[in-house]
């Protein structure tokens, strides 16, 4: 009876732990590109470009389109690629430039942080080591709610904007890995106090000032000049 017990007990903290994730983060996810929130820097998490079937990684792709719809529409005016780079033969952030240079964005535009081992590494990097205070959240609709309330746990004003693929369906075992990761998350961020992998010295994202905009009031002919 004590371990019926125990394992109900604790199949209502993992299904409590998911439903408090997704809930407190609804709010700060948009489906569709032209609904996200502008910001100066968008946030892309890196997966591999290939599947171990040896196919394109549908998640991958859909990851570069809409970064790089966001940039093409300004939403964001800077991208920061985050992912995994621990072997020589493995690079997740170069897979990211190239794929986005490959779609016409600028270099200036992109940041590779090669540090970013997990969604908890790379958020705590932004904070610490890229100096963000806000971001734009790039990735896919299951991954979102937990990406999202681990930036604003640890005091980054992020939002985030949906990167699916609609033709694609997700598969049950990425369900259940994702479930289990929401209730680990909170373990990191409450109980074990987790720290990221590797941080290093600070290396603030600088962006170029944004031209004056010049306006001509209606009636007058001077022309003014907007900050």
């Not at 171990?52 to 966001?70: D, E, I, K, Q, Y």
């Not at 986005?100 to 090669?114: H, N, S």
Request: proline share 7%; hydrophobic share 45%; glycine share 6%.
């Amino acid at each position: 009876m004590s371990l019926g017990a125990l394992l109900l007990l604790a199949i209502l903290l993992f299904i409590a732990g998911n439903f408090w994730v997704v809930a407190t983060t609804a709010a700060y996810i948009e489906k569709q590109p032209q609904q996200c929130r502008p910001d100066k820097v968008g946030i892309v998490f890196g997966t591999s470009h290939w599947t171990r079937s040896g196919v394109r990684n549908p998640h991958f792709h859909a990851r570069m389109r809409t970064a790089a719809t966001l940039i093409d529409q300004a939403s964001v005016e800077h991208l920061l690629l985050s992912g995994d780079n621990r072997t020589q033969a493995y690079n997740e952030p170069r897979a990211m430039w190239r794929e986005l240079y490959r779609r016409g964005v600028a270099p200036e535009r992109l940041t590779m942080d090669f540090a970013g081992f997990s969604t908890y590494d790379t958020l705590a990097r932004a904070k610490d080591v890229f100096q963000l205070e806000r971001a734009l959240l790039i990735t896919q609709s299951w991954h979102l709610p937990r990406a999202v309330y681990i930036g604003r746990a640890l005091g980054i004003d992020v939002t985030g904007c949906v990167a699916d693929d609609p033709t694609v369906a997700l598969g049950w075992r990425l369900k259940l890995r994702e479930w289990a990761a929401r209730v680990a998350t909170l373990g990191d961020l409450y109980i074990w106090k987790r720290e990221p992998y590797f941080l290093g010295a600070p290396e603030p994202i600088e962006l170029p000032p944004r031209p004056p905009i010049e306006l001509i009031l209606p009636g007058l002919d001077k022309r003014f000049v907007a900050p």
